[in-house]
């Protein structure tokens, strides 16, 4: 009976070493003095470079790779990780019309034009307007700034005269609808390029107007050439949607495009026009709202450059950099220089420490905007801009 008991205490025993050689990988503690040390090398910059930067890096072979842990129980993100780890993007909205746009025309105005547009995205010719002085300014004034693709696509009524009867207006395409829906999804689907390209969705409106600038900046250029014709003959191409085309435009076009999509990320926008004092040239810029109050951007001195003199000028501002009196200003479109509408004006400066300097970056987390200052020698120096609330 003794020999039994020591036999089976031998067994046992060769039992549980068989099972701590099996489970050992999953309860072994490395001594960090033992692991092993990974070597860390300096980049050699003489090295030379592989043969294509874009090619990938050799897979591990598999017996290399970790082996997939065995899963517990399943993990879902708390809601707010689930809406950190969803990008939110910019979609186009057919029916855009600042605050300028109804403090100038009035809300009537800006409710006809959504008929308007709500009549073309569904393919009608009718919709509900008011008189005949409403269709006038609506379909005259309202699709250049609000819905620039519509320009060569819709008309007046061809009896324009009697357009508007019992209070429903007509109107009429100048092409087939299904190319007019088309050209329409195009340019949509542009508009949300741009927009997603140059904004992120949680920018606050100065980074919103400060981002595009900088966009306008570095992927437009003024048409000089066309800025030529214009002082002898009429050009018809003088359009924002020819602008979005091209790439190219004079100030008028640059103006209303860039606030064109400020309304469309959300932005209280529209265009100001004014002629200089000591020769009477016309000009056409944007002015914008923020934080309750108004300032110029002229998107079109930006081009080509980071140079913040013309963003969110004030009156005081505008008039220094080009001689354009505040006297002189026409907001939005002629309407307003023969209809009533708010004095405005824009005296804030808050951000006066930008003008005479270069863009470099903002950090929206921090909320700071870093430029450069040059001096007579050239030399710069950083500052950075801290707009936090705006």
Not at 13 to 25: Q, S
Not at 70 to 77: C, F, I, K, Q
């Amino acid at each position: 009976m003794e020999k039994m008991q020591k036999m089976m205490r031998l067994v046992s025993a060769a039992l549980i070493l068989v099972l701590m050689c099996a489970c050992g990988a999953k309860s072994q503690v490395i001594d960090s003095s033992t692991a092993p040390v990974t070597e860390s090398r300096t980049a050699d910059s003489s090295a030379a470079p592989p043969e294509s930067a874009d090619e990938p890096a050799e897979p591990l072979p598999e017996e290399s790779l970790p082996a997939e842990p065995l899963p517990t129980e399943p993990v879902y993100p708390l809601p707010e990780e689930a809406e950190k780890q969803e990008t939110r993007l910019f979609t186009f909205q057919p029916k855009v019309c600042s605050v300028y746009h109804e403090e100038v025309f009035g809300k009537t105005m800006c409710e006809t034009w959504f008929n308007l547009v709500d009549a073309v995205m569904a393919g009608e010719d009718t919709f509900a307007c008011p008189d005949q002085h409403t269709y006038d300014w609506v379909m005259g004034q309202f699709p250049e700034t609000c819905f620039p693709v519509l320009v060569g696509l819709i008309d007046y009524a061809w009896d324009r005269e009697n357009s508007v009867i019992d209070g429903v207006a007509s109107f009429t395409y100048l092409k087939p609808y299904e190319e007019v829906s088309a050209r329409i999804s195009a340019f949509a689907e542009q508009i949300e390029g741009i927009l997603n390209d140059a904004l992120k969705y949680d920018y606050s409106d100065f980074e919103k107007m400060l981002a595009l600038y900088e966009y306008f900046a570095s992927h437009y250029e003024y048409d000089y050439e066309a800025a030529d014709r214009m002082n002898v003959e009429y050009v018809d191409t003088i359009t924002a949607i020819n602008f979005f085309e091209t790439g190219t435009g004079v100030c008028q076009q640059i103006a209303i495009a860039y606030s064109y999509l400020l309304m469309q990320a959300g932005v209280e926008a529209t265009t100001m026009g004014g002629n200089r004092s000591w020769d009477e040239a016309g000009h056409e810029w944007s002015y914008v709202r923020l934080g309750g109050r108004n300032y110029h951007i002229d998107p079109t001195f930006g081009l080509g450059n980071g140079y913040l003199d013309y963003f969110l000028m004030t009156d005081d501002q505008r008039e220094a950099m080009d001689s354009y009196l505040r006297s002189r200003y026409r907001i939005t479109s002629n309407y307003s220089e023969d209809h009533p509408h708010p004095d405005y004006t824009a005296d804030d400066e808050t951000f006066s420490p930008l003008w005479g300097s270069v863009y470099r970056e903002f950090d929206h987390e921090a909320q700071m905007l870093e430029y450069w200052k040059f001096d007579e020698n050239g030399q710069y120096t950083i500052y950075y801009f801290d707009y936090s609330g705006y």
